[in-house]
């Protein structure tokens, strides 16, 4: 079950618990808070675990970009040695493979800022998350505690009143 899915359990837990007459508070089924908050519990570290696969992903499109870059840089190189060694031919391969040794570099750093603004942009939305999370289950979980301890406090508020015992008169029997 997914952590979103779990908060709106709590949140209908709380909203559809039993309404004590007179005030606005509920009374919430403690088993079925505790199952939901265990579920949360199992929940989180597969969230966790999803955010830490996407950090693992970006170190092999890094790792994907870093050799495609040295694999165009040897490209580059094998062309320039194989070319002839006239003045001209040379001197255009020189310039040619260094433009292409240029553009290479571009590319790799224009491939390596993207990797790492994206690492960071996952980085902030995984922990925006997990704050979101936890934020929202503390209000719900600090609601759910603030309702049973006023259904508490209203329990010991109220007198303990016995019925009065009838007198029965033992005297006359009904014919």
Known sequence: MAVSNILDEIENLVVDGKHIVFTNK?????????????????????????????????EAILTEAREEAERIVNQAKEYANHLVDESEV????????????????????????TAYSTAQQLRTDSSQYAN??????????????QVLQQ????LQRMP?????????????QEQ
Request: hydrophobic share 40%; glycine share 2%.
């Open 26 to 58: 509920s009374i919430i089924e403690e088993p079925d808070l505790v199952r939901l908050i265990d579920d949360l519990r199992n929940e989180l570290p597969l969230e966790l675990q999803q955010a830490e696969q996407v950090m693992q992903d970006k």
């Open 90 to 113: 040379v001197k255009q391969s020189q310039e040619k493979a260094a433009l292409i040794m240029e553009q290479t570099k571009a590319q790799e750093q224009e491939i390596l800022n």
């Open 132 to 145: 979101q999370v936890f934020d929202h289950l503390i209000v719900n979980v600090g609601n759910a505690l």
């Open 160 to 172: 303990v009143q016995q019925p009065m015992p009838q007198e029965r008169d033992y005297g006359q």
């Open 151 to 154: 259904a508490k406090d209203e």
